[in-house]
């Protein structure tokens, strides 16, 4: 699907929020998850199931109002390899990047301590589109291997809060450039590629105004049995009831 973002909010360095903008007609996301069940009707029609209700009543997802107005606020792009770790960081409100993106992450969030907020913006490789925003909230824990990730090849674990979940075509956010990434559209990043404080605004904007038609919630119930058969072929390795792990890095397509 294409067309542009919902028009009639405006964002700036002293809006303190982003209210939900006026319906908009906005083209259906054409992105499927690879592998993926066939995806059901979005917009909180999607099949019920009890993990993924007790997570909405335990979080506020996709928000009518954002607080923005914390001007200590940085913002970097997630690259996934596949939808069932975007699950099980859903599920387990952890998240984990390679090695060189750990570091890079953690040193955001050191260096902004409490005085700010990172944002972290997720895209499965080849989806065609992102899946949603999360918060960083800790610093990275290097010795921790969650043992819940789809590959079992990542180390270290730090905590998120998802805040949006629903897929956003490439087409709405291919406009947007990064200057400090040799000019590339924003769909274009690597794994923690940063994105400046201004165009993640941007970001922000049209995630949050983008009246999404699937998400990952669509298909809950398939990524939770695709999960209980992993973990039925290595029962010597339970995954921990809180946490989880990894996937990212390359880059993203157009």
């Not at 060189?100 to 989806?127: E, M, P, T």
């Not at 291919?174 to 993640?200: C, F, W, Y």
């Not at 072929?233 to 990212?248: G, I, L, N, S, V």
Request: hydrophobic content about 25%.
């Amino acid at each position: 699907g294409g067309g542009g973002p919902s028009s009639g909010t405006q964002l700036n360095q002293n809006s303190t929020s982003v209210p939900s903008s006026s319906p908009s007609s906005q083209p259906p996301s054409n992105g499927t998850p690879g592998g993926a069940a066939p995806p059901g009707v979005a917009g909180g029609n999607d099949p019920g199931h009890p993990v993924l209700d007790k997570l909405r009543l335990e979080n506020n997802y996709n928000p009518k109002e954002f607080d923005l107005g914390c001007k200590e606020t940085r913002f970097f792009v997630i690259k996934s390899y596949s939808e069932d770790d975007i699950h099980r960081s859903i599920k387990y409100n952890i998240w984990c990047s390679t090695e060189h993106g750990n570091k890079r992450l953690d040193g955001a969030f050191g260096a902004l301590g409490a005085k700010g907020h990172i944002y972290l913006f997720f895209s499965v490789n080849g989806s065609g589109h992102f899946c949603g925003m999360a918060e960083m909230r800790s610093r990275v824990d290097y010795t921790t291997n969650t043992g819940v990730w789809a590959q079992d090849k990542w180390r270290g674990k730090f905590d998120v809060r998802w805040v949006y979940v629903k897929d956003v075509p490439n087409q709405q956010l291919r406009h947007i450039r990064l200057e400090n990434n040799d000019n590339k559209p924003v769909t274009q990043s690597r794994d923690t590629q940063e994105v400046m404080a201004d165009k993640g605004r941007q970001v922000i904007k049209i995630i949050h105004n983008y009246r999404h038609t699937t998400s990952i919630f669509d298909d809950f119930g398939h990524y939770e049995k695709r999960q209980e058969e992993e973990e039925e072929k290595r029962p010597d390795e339970p995954a921990p009831p809180t946490r989880q792990q990894p996937q990212q890095q390359q880059q993203q397509q157009q």
